[in-house]
Nanobody, 122 residues
């Protein structure tokens, strides 16, 4: 069982940048795809980005494409989400999750972290 913990969230002004980290425990982390999802107040959780086990394949939601980069360092058991040109509509709790597929579907992910808040002010 992989345990995940997100960090790097915070408050930032519109146009700013943040780098989120997803740190994992467990030796099998490098076998899994990792996805980032977010949930804004009053909205359903939505897909943001995902990376395959090696880091060689990535997918992004249209809403963050061109503004975000997902990457991983398996030696450090960590996945990163670099976000720039942040907008107030990016305000949400961001979650990372591991799964067997590099997918945009929540149902493909089995282990989830508790989340980290990003607040973007205008």
């Amino acid at each position: 069982q992989v345990q995940l913990r997100e960090s790097g969230g915070g408050s930032v002004q519109a146009g700013g940048s943040l780098r989120l980290s997803c740190a994992a425990s467990g030796r099998t982390f490098s076998r899994y795809a990792v996805g980032w999802f977010r949930q804004a107040p009053g909205k359903e959780r939505e897909f943001v980005a995902a990376v395959n086990w090696s880091g060689g394949y990535t997918i992004y939601a249209d809403s963050v494409k061109g503004r975000s980069t997902i990457s991983r360092d398996n030696a450090k058991n960590t996945v990163y989400l670099q976000m720039s040109s942040l907008r107030p509509e990016d305000t949400a709790v961001f979650y990372c999750a591991t799964g067997g597929e590099t997918s945009s579907y929540e149902s493909d992910y089995k282990s989830w972290g508790p989340g980290t808040q990003i607040t973007v002010s205008s």
